[in-house]
């Protein structure tokens, strides 16, 4: 059901775990649903995501989405990131099952709500 | 990389010798066992044989046992014929909160059909107990209908003495035992059970073929209309091989059923008590009063799906009651219906065991399933750490 692609991210996750001195941290699902996704970011002073991070609790697509949505924000602006559609996520893994496409969804909110909070805390820190 | 089926509640190997039982009919013994002439004649025998041992498998007469296309097929029948020929009597049935789909959605069915359906809850480990039952019978009770042994959890319910208020009560009693024949004994007339269903595949026969149990003196409408197959209870051209599979299967399962659970019962319990040592885990299903070969633990703070891929990446096949592997958001409804919060649920595993299991086999699956833990457990956000 799943492709290679996916498989491999999920038996070989790139950037898994936190990240030392991350400015921007975000988690979005709930244990209930079974899938919670938390996304850490190093943005440096150019607004470029130096480094990414992330933990997951759920399914194989769960671990995929999230393993390749740091892969396509590492080195990009912050409004790359925010642009990232779960759809570029899907595409990028070759496709995902349909009960999965929600996973999906979940690794886009996450690298959202991961921007949303370096924004708040630039803001936080400028003021 | 060794390869472990632990799977077993899905499905089984073939037997050799049931497979060797079975090819004369799938190449020289083609006849229609309807037809009057010798190859027909043969075909009827194999046929006959299967319904003998079957037979005396459970402790029943040959003409008690009707051949189906699967377990579902004999819930299907059963609980449909009940509602059928007894509704001038009532139109109410009971039956539990843990019951296979094959039983649940049936009884949904029947619900849009004007039948009302007491849904028992079952407790903390997988039980209901015969009082639940007895204070759930009402005069308009047709049926009811509990599983002898959850297919998930393993819990092992109390089924004579169900039986014994049924009776008492003057209502029938089905049960679907698909995961319990040729695993522990099931005697249906010492028991008490008025219709019983049972699947070859569960016991190292083949897919495709199943038995209902229906007592006699009881007769339900017909599955289906036509020929006079299976005393005109299940018309249809015979699956001869499946049904020959069928009685070579549980002839062998039965005949070694002590030495075989008690095998099993070690090994059980051999993997049991590696997957203790783990930490926070918790054991689904009664601690005994559950099948020889069925485990299941939820391992917290991870998912199931999950924990299955990177068992199948490493040679272990198992299953899970998590959501992801269902297609549907909600986990395992036996699992909910125990008590078990939805994220812990979600991480369920259940690690089914046959004849052929090796110690090797439960070690090796130890190594991974604790390295699995370590790994998803690494990686998962809400694991506290060690």
Known sequence: MYTEKVLDHFSHPRNMGEVQGANGVGMVGNAKCGDIMQMFIKVNDDGIIEDVGFKTFGCGAAIATSSMATEMIKGKSVDEALALSNAAVVEALEGLPPQKIHCSVLAEEAVRAAVEDYQKNKTGAGA | ?386
């Open chain 2, 1 to 386: 990389m060794r390869n472990v089926y632990l799977d077993n509640a899905a499905t089984t190997a073939l037997a050799p010798a049931v497979l060797e039982q079975m090819l004369p009919y799938l190449t020289e013994v083609y006849g229609n066992p309807s037809s009057v002439h010798a190859y027909g004649r043969r075909a009827k025998q194999g046929i006959d044989l299967a319904r003998e041992q079957v037979a005396a498998a459970l402790g029943c007469e040959t003409g008690e046992v009707i051949f189906t296309g699967c377990g579902t097929e004999s819930d299907n029948t059963a609980l449909l014929g009940v509602a059928e020929r007894y509704k001038s009597k009532g139109r109410h049935i009971i039956t539990t909160n843990v019951e296979h789909h094959a039983v649940l959605h049936t009884c949904a069915y029947l619900e849009k059909q004007g039948y009302e359906v007491t849904y028992l809850p079952v407790d903390a480990e997988g039980l209901i107990t015969p009082e639940q039952v007895r204070s759930a019978i009402r005069s308009d009770t047709i049926l009811v209908s509990v599983m002898f042994a959850n297919n998930e959890v393993g819990t092992i319910m109390p089924i004579p003495e169900i039986a014994a208020v049924c009776h008492e009560k003057d209502v029938l009693f089905h049960t679907d035992a698909v995961q319990a024949v040729g695993h522990v004994p099931v005697r249906v007339r010492e028991m008490g059970i008025d219709l019983l269903s049972l699947s070859a595949h569960k016991f190292h026969g083949p897919k495709g073929v199943g038995a209902l149990y229906c007592r006699k003196g009881l007769r339900l409408p017909p599955h289906s209309m036509g020929g006079a197959q299976e005393q005109g209870r299940r018309a249809g051209t015979e699956n001869t091989a499946g049904i020959v599979g069928l009685g070579a299967a549980i002839e062998l399962a039965c005949s070694h059923i002590e030495q075989n659970s008690a095998k099993m019962i070690e090994l059980r319990d051999r993997l049991m008590r590696g997957i203790e040592t783990i930490p926070e885990v918790k054991l689904n299903g009664h601690p005994t009063k559950r099948l020889p070969n069925n485990v299941n633990y939820s391992i917290k703070y991870i998912e199931g799906e999950s924990i299955l891929l990177m068992l199948d990446l490493n040679g272990v096949a198992a299953s899970s009651g998590s959501a992801c592997t269902s297609g549907s958001l909600d986990p395992s409804h036996v699992l909910l219906a125990m008590g078990l919060p939805h994220e812990i649920a979600h991480g369920s595993v259940r690690l089914t065991l046959s004849d052929d299991t090796t110690q090797e086999d439960i070690d090796y699956t130890l190594d991974v399933l604790r390295a699995t833990a370590d790994r998803l457990r690494n990686m998962s956000p809400i694991y506290p750490g060690k």
